[in-house]
Nanobody, 125 residues
Framework: QLQLVESGGGLVQPGGSLRLSCAAS????????IGWFRQAPAKEREGVSC????????HYADSVKGRFTISRDNAKNTVYLQMNSLKHEDTAVYYC??????????????????WGRGTQVTVDS
């Protein structure tokens, strides 16, 4: 059974950096994508980035382009989200999720079948 576990969240000052990890276990296919989402209080869950395992296709939300970098280590079944120049508005619970389709854009939540429990990121001075 596929499971995803996020880690790396925490409290950081504006302008700081964090690296989130999404460790996957039970993967049975090399053809899939992992997406990062976030959800702030009283807001809808929004897509942040996604990466395909087979061709490395990557997409970012406009709000994080140039600041966040998604990467993968297929040998470790882990996807990372490097977050730099963090802002107050980046504060949210960050989730990773798995989809059996390749990342063709910032796909909506219903395209993803397995979700992690999330990790809190708080940007505050």
């Amino acid at each position: 059974q596929l499971q995803l576990v996020e880690s790396g969240g925490g409290l950081v000052q504006p302008g700081g950096s964090l690296r989130l990890s999404c460790a996957a276990s039970g993967l049975s296919s090399d053809y899939h994508a992992i997406g990062w989402f976030r959800q702030a209080p009283a807001k809808e869950r929004e897509g942040v980035s996604c990466i395909s395992s087979s061709d490395g296709r990557i997409h970012y939300a406009d709000s994080v382009k140039g600041r966040f970098t998604i990467s993968r280590d297929n040998a470790k079944n882990t996807v990372y989200l490097q977050m730099n120049s963090l802002k107050h508005e980046d504060t949210a619970v960050y989730y990773c999720a798995w989809t059996p389709v390749r990342c063709y854009d910032l796909m909506p939540t219903y395209e993803y079948e397995v979700w992690g429990r999330g990790t809190q990121v708080t940007v505050d001075s």
